[in-house]
């Protein structure tokens, strides 16, 4: 993996996926945190331990320079509002852009001192997770929340071989929760989306159609993207992130 941050291959339907370190990167985002609107610069200073702010700001500020350049626009005028909530309609569900000029989503784990920040940006609806492949302990204790066939899959391995199957799967489940709008609370074992190596390409279970794909992350980590649908994609230019 790159030292700092790195676009991954996006796969169909996905414009960017972008990679990045939190250590390497959380000075250079803090010092540029006058590019955060009032809510997340509250929510920025809120965080009590350094690496939950850190990772948020990394997030964060990558979020708004990419949707910057995407859009056109400077990063500190992106503008985003809240979707109702799939739960309850209320409005503090998902963050997006005005009119879906261009659909997002990112993730953060700070779960180490090495914390990962990941992100996408597609023309439709998109997700994405990445994750801290845990201890054998939290596997045996939250695998029990997958869906069956999961379980018969993480239960035919070796005990050293489950952490890194469970984490595949629960960023495949993660990321497609998001694309299709669902939390976690209403489909984690009603989705089936593989254990192995390679994730079931249109996941069963879900409420709408998407495309998975798992992510190159490095030693001790995890990532995937889901897509709804496949469309057609169309190269744009490569942001740069060092513009304000």
Known sequence: MATTAEHLAPPPGVDLVWYGR?????????????????EESSRLDAFLRP????????????????????LGIAPAAVAMERRPCSRCGGPHGRPAVPEDRVHFSLSHTSRT??????IALARTAVGVDVEVVPG???????????HPHERTELDALHPADRPLAFARCWTRKESVLKATGAGLGEGVSGIHVGAGPVPQ????????PCAL????????????VAVLGTP?????????????
Not at 113 to 118: A, K, Y
Not at 232 to 244: N, Q
């Open 22 to 38: 939190v250590a390497e990167l959380a000075e250079e985002a803090l010092s540029h945190r006058h590019l955060l609107d009032a």
């Open 51 to 70: 690496k939950d702010r850190h990772a948020y700001a990394v997030a964060h500020v990558a979020l708004r320079r990419l949707l910057g350049m995407h």
């Open 113 to 118: 001192t090495d914390g990962r920040v990941l």
């Open 136 to 146: 054998e302990q939290t596997v045996a204790e939250v695998s029990r929340q997958l």
């Open 201 to 208: 390409q249109r996941p069963m279970g879900a409420e709408l």
């Open 213 to 224: 794909t798992d992510l190159p992350a490095g030693p001790g980590y995890a990532a995937a």
């Open 232 to 244: 057609a994609r169309t190269p744009g230019p490569s942001p740069d992130l060092d513009g304000d």
